[in-house]
């Protein structure tokens, strides 16, 4: 064990440099029972290795797993926001004392475990202490739904990190960052963390809050796991680059990378970044205003207040050894051609500003080049590569609703009109998918997940290489469509529900599905005895008793006009 953190005595986990060592456990590991992690288990990993999480040597036991949950605190009392954990579905191969493989999505053996817990654990405690909600329109109250109800715990012997052969030399560890922040040679670091590209208001800020300790600056931009529907890090990271470049002092400003699965947790995940950069080296936060907030929830309020991470970060400044620089809304002064805190203007001064909306509708959305005071001009130009507007942009259509309901018709219609408009679009039916890609898999919920999980996975490519692909299929389970939502980001997902009361569906069965579920000879049929669990805000809904499949469509079609969607 390598002591890592001064002066808060973090250790890394086992990290395994001996190479005879090494070449021994490898050899085990082959006749080791495997557990597969996830994108998410994978970066928590990395982080646990290189010792990010410090003080954790290791994946949560339940001792500290219930008290981080409830008092945001480790068993001994030591301040620590966040679970991390490494859940599983089941007990095979999983046995108390024994090992097991752990391994990526490409079946890369990362290291080994000494299974020395195993426990239960509550996802609505977890959502409603943790992240202050348990609204399905929360990214990781979705993601939860499909984690394994029990964690695993215990020793950790980790024998490769994972490969990043992108951007290497910003891809710093703690220990890395420690040595490059100090040949800055200043007392005080303030670090910056972003998931977004840093605009004119936020690079004053960070420029400002060094000046105010004579501090260098630690650009620490999220590049694992953000906000589902964020900007790629691989365009954000060329943006950070130019940046520093062009427009930082180099000999006070460091750009490291950080490979960390964010939760998204607002006011805990502001404590939890701070804790992290002290392990990098930095003894100074900024935290702005709605620190990582994943926006609004499903009643169109905020899941946050604007500045309760700032006040949550404050009040254990002094025992995380970090002192939190908080920063109020900023805006652009045009008469001084400079930034301030709108709070601390007199009622008289001008200021202008751009919303997300309006940088995305106004701007990006119209290929018009974003204002100097906004943005750098060379930022600009990188983002506009990136983000074409928003009738070239990708974007999943997806209908649910009762079989019988009306989806397959409509979305027929809808596609003719698509293409007519010069779009590209791809039609993933629930029946046919089931024939195809999701052939074998039966009617239990698990399966009927399974199956609507690999239609959205198949429609989140597509949105993300710029097409339009409409979806039909029932998808009964709120919790399951949220999740399809995360994955592409609710700017690129159109949920329409068509809602055909029960006795019109049946009328309108030819197959006579339902006369058999009446009957008992189908189990499981939604509907009958099984739930559709109705969409809490849809962003159509659509009558089809009242309306024709033709005015359905059109009216679908001036949903997307107005969002630009189609030209």
Known sequence: MQNLIEP??????????????????????????????????????????????????????QADHERVVAEMRLADGTVFPIPITLPVNHFEGLELGKRIALRDAHNDLLGVMTVEEIYEWSRSEFANNVLGTSDLRHPLVTEMEHWGKFNIAGKLQVLALPKHPDFRDLRLTPAQTRESLAKLNRANIVAFQTRNPIHRVHEEMTKLAADMIDGAILLHPAVGLTKPGDIDYFTRVRTYKTLVENHYDTSRTLLSLLPIAMRMAGPREAVWHAIIRRNHGANHFIIGRDHASPGIDSTGKPFYEPTAAQELAKSVSDEIGVEIMTFGEMAYLPDEKTYGEIAKLPA????????????????????????????????????????????????????????????????????????????????????????????????????????????????????????????????????????????????????????????????????????????????????????????????????????????????????????????
């Open 8 to 61: 808060f005595g973090g250790t890394l986990v086992d990290l395994v440099v001996n190479q005879q060592e090494r070449s021994g456990l490898i050899a085990q590991a082959s006749n080791l029972p495997s557990l597969q992690l996830s994108e998410r288990s994978v970066c928590d990993l990395e982080l646990l290795a290189t010792g990010g999480f410090s003080p954790l040597d290791g994946f949560m036991r």
């Open 348 to 567: 008289e001064t001008k200021t202008i500003s751009l919303s997300g909306t309006q940088i995305r509708e106004e701007y990006l959305g119209r290929s018009k080049p974003l204002p100097e005071w906004f943005t750098r001009p060379e930022i600009a130009a990188i983002l506009a590569e990136s983000y074409p507007p928003p009738e070239k942009q990708g974007v999943c259509l997806w209908f649910t609703g009762l079989s019988g309901a009306g989806k397959s018709a409509t979305a027929e219609v809808l596609t003719i009109l698509l293409n007519e408009r010069g779009r590209r679009v791809t039609v993933l039916d629930g029946d046919v998918v089931r024939t195809h890609l999701s052939k074998g898999l039966g009617f239990s919920k698990e399966d009927r997940d399974l199956n609507i999980l690999r239609i959205g996975f198949v429609a989140s490519e597509i949105v993300r290489h710029g097409g339009v692909v409409i979806c039909a299929a029932v998808s009964p389970y709120r919790s399951t469509r949220s999740e399809v939502r995360q994955m592409m980001g609710s700017d690129n997902f159109v949920e329409i529900f068509v809602d055909t009361p029960l006795d019109v569906c049946e009328s309108r069965d030819t197959k006579g599905m339902y006369a058999k579920a009446r009957r008992g000879e189908i189990k499981g049929f939604t509907g009958i005895d099984d739930p559709y669990e109705l969409p809490d805000n849809a962003e159509i809904t659509l009558d089809t008793t009242k309306m024709s499949v033709d005015e359905n469509a059109d009216l679908i079609l001036q949903y997307l006009a107005s969002r630009n969607l189609v030209a």
